[in-house]
């Protein structure tokens, strides 16, 4: 805790010193380095198999690192797990609802496993009806919702137990352009508000969202920065072009 | 509170699927009342107690709760395979938390099963000119809980251990032994040699035994019936939540 208290000062929320995992002889994360800062919205990008979701998992608590080090918020992941667990939320790459639950019931079965009372859970599930305009749909059962939808849901249930760090693993994937469009606009809603750390493949998203984003590959850190200095460090008109010449291993200006 | 939560979730997933009505409460009724129709059609110098309403009903209840483990294997292994479970393993749950929210409302369903299938009987009882005692039904029904406790142990370990689709096999297996070697549709004491033999090593005989003695006009084997159902419902349902928590610690490695 001490170690928590000294590093509570540093407004990172979070930061990660040398995080591996090791899947067998296999090597998902190495040895990754990386400071987020409190209320930031940091992009996590990679081609599949890059290491994204496993480094999400592990500060999630979903994976135990085989090596190194993260805290959020000042909490260590490997020994103050509960602490992190109450702080932190996922809304998981593949959508996660019960499915013969309605909306409503979804959020309110989400607040009560966070242990909120009667009066908060009523009061939060009205703002994130309201939040995510699903009040049309807040009777409807889950399984009965559109992607889009059920990707809102996805979203709001993670946001209704007020993390100070939110996961968004591919939050946006599979759905039409206007449901994505529409999704941004939320997530840009909650900027400054919490720290953010979104994983997508879909460079406009990253480029139109993020602060900053880290771009992994094969399990390592190729590069970080802000969609703008990423494209002047690589001399790219789009953050497209300069994703594909870092994970390339093209030379670039550091 | 999690736990509480966890299970009234549990318990709407479960009770808003019609299939659930089906085969936990529909099936089980009318196989009641094929049954005592099928008993009044067999003459009396066959000596065929097995479908007497005061063998079927409890025999009938032990029938039902195969349809618990059924659809506590489904819920489980359905939690498992869409991503729910992801989300909660990245909250403050605690493994018992998970458990207590599978068990608890399977055995509330499991309860409300017994009540219903003992009216029913009660009714048909009345009809067929032998009744059934409401203190017989009550002991029957006290005496069904460890098996409760083993169907339910069942469901959690088949959804745990397989999918959504191979589930509903492995319970179909248990449901058709429960049913022939648990002595429901037959007399095992009357047939004997390597089926009794078989029988009795497993625990539904026992259990499909125990449930019927409170109607029975001896308490013969109670004592061995008792023990195998007990210790049988407290290893099964021991199992299951070691495999729980084992896969769920495996899960999160």
Partial sequence: MREAEGRAEMKYGIEIKGLRKEFGSKVAVKALDLRIPEGSLYALLGVNGAGKTTTIRMLTGLTKPTGGQAYVMGHSISSELDEVKKLVNISPQETSVAPNLTVRENLEFIAGIYGFDKAKTVEKVREMLAQFSMEEVEHQKAKTLSGGWQRKLNIAMALITEPKVLFLDEPTLGIDVLARRELWRKIEALKGKITIVLTTHYMEEAESLADEIAIMAKGELMAVGSPKELMRRTESDCLEDAFVKIVEGVSYEE | ????????????????????????????????????????????????????????????????????????????????????????????????????????????????????????????????????????????????????????????????????????????????????????????????GAIKTVARALPFYHGVSLARLPFGETAEGAVEHLLWTIVCGAAVYGLAVTVFRSKMKKDIR
Avoid at chain 2, 35 to 54: L, N, T, Y
């Fill in chain 2, 1 to 192: 509170m999690k736990s509480k939560v966890f299970a009234v979730r549990t318990w709407k997933e479960i009770m808003r699927d019609p299939l659930s009505y089906i085969f936990c409460l529909g099936f089980p009724l009318v196989m009641l009342v094929i049954m005592s129709v099928i008993d009044k059609s067999i003459p009396a110098e066959a000596g065929m107690q097995v479908f007497r309403i005061r063998n079927l009903a409890p025999g009938i209840s032990y029938f039902g709760l195969t349809f618990v483990m059924l659809f506590t294997g489904i819920q489980v292994s359905k939690d498992r395979t869409t991503a729910l479970l992801l989300r909660l393993y990245a909250s403050p749950m605690k493994p018992v938390e998970y458990i207590f929210g599978y068990t608890m409302p399977v055995v509330v369903l499991a309860v409300m099963q017994m009540v219903i299938c003992f009216s029913v009987s009660f009714v048909i009882g009345l009809c067929t000119g032998n009744s059934l005692a409401v203190t017989e039904m009550l002991l029957s029904m006290l005496a069904l809980l460890p098996s409760v406790f083993l169907f339910v142990g069942f469901g959690i370990l088949f959804g745990t251990l397989v999918n959504e689709k191979a589930a509903p096999g492995l319970c179909s297996i248990l449901i058709s032994a429960a049913g022939m070697i648990g002595g429901i549709w037959m007399d095992v004491d009357g047939l004997g």
